[in-house]
């Protein structure tokens, strides 16, 4: 079981910059592939960002975006913190929803069916 909860979500004018952090308990964060979706009121979850469970031969972990996001937002974690983070830079009014971090074994990282843990959510808005 992995807890997870999300926060630094909050009001900002367009082309302003939120880092949301997801910290995890219970199971080792480490042992899971991260993802971060959005819902929009009216709107279905969807994909944002996602960082894989493992580092790559080069020591760097893989890291996926939805194009409507890919040059702004950029994800990372800090498995000694159990912490994942998106830093989200030059946001738009269309970036506006309720953010979501998921944990899950990495296999369909852009599916909301590829995840077993879920936290509350954050709202950000922005403003224009």
């Known amino acids: 079981q992995v807890q997870l909860v999300e926060s630094g979500g909050g009001l900002v004018q367009t082309g302003g910059s939120l880092r949301l952090s997801c910290a995890a308990s219970?199971?080792?964060?480490?042992?899971?592939?991260m993802g971060w979706f959005r819902q929009a009121p009216g709107n279905e979850r969807a994909f944002i960002s996602a960082?894989?469970?493992?580092?790559?031969?080069?020591?760097?972990?893989?890291?996926y975006y939805a194009d409507s996001v890919k040059g702004r937002f950029t994800v990372s974690r800090d498995n000694a913190k159990s912490t994942v983070y998106l830093q989200m830079n030059s946001l738009k009014p269309e970036d506006t929803a309720v953010y979501y971090c998921?944990?899950?074994?990495?296999?369909?990282?852009?599916?909301?069916?590829?995840?077993?843990?879920w936290g509350q959510g954050t709202q950000v808005t922005v403003s224009s």
């Open positions: 960082i894989s469970r493992s580092r790559s031969t080069l020591g760097t972990y893989f890291r």
């Open positions: 219970g199971d080792a964060s480490g042992n899971y592939a």
């Open positions: 998921a944990a899950g074994p990495g296999y369909t990282l852009r599916d909301v069916r590829g995840y077993d843990y």
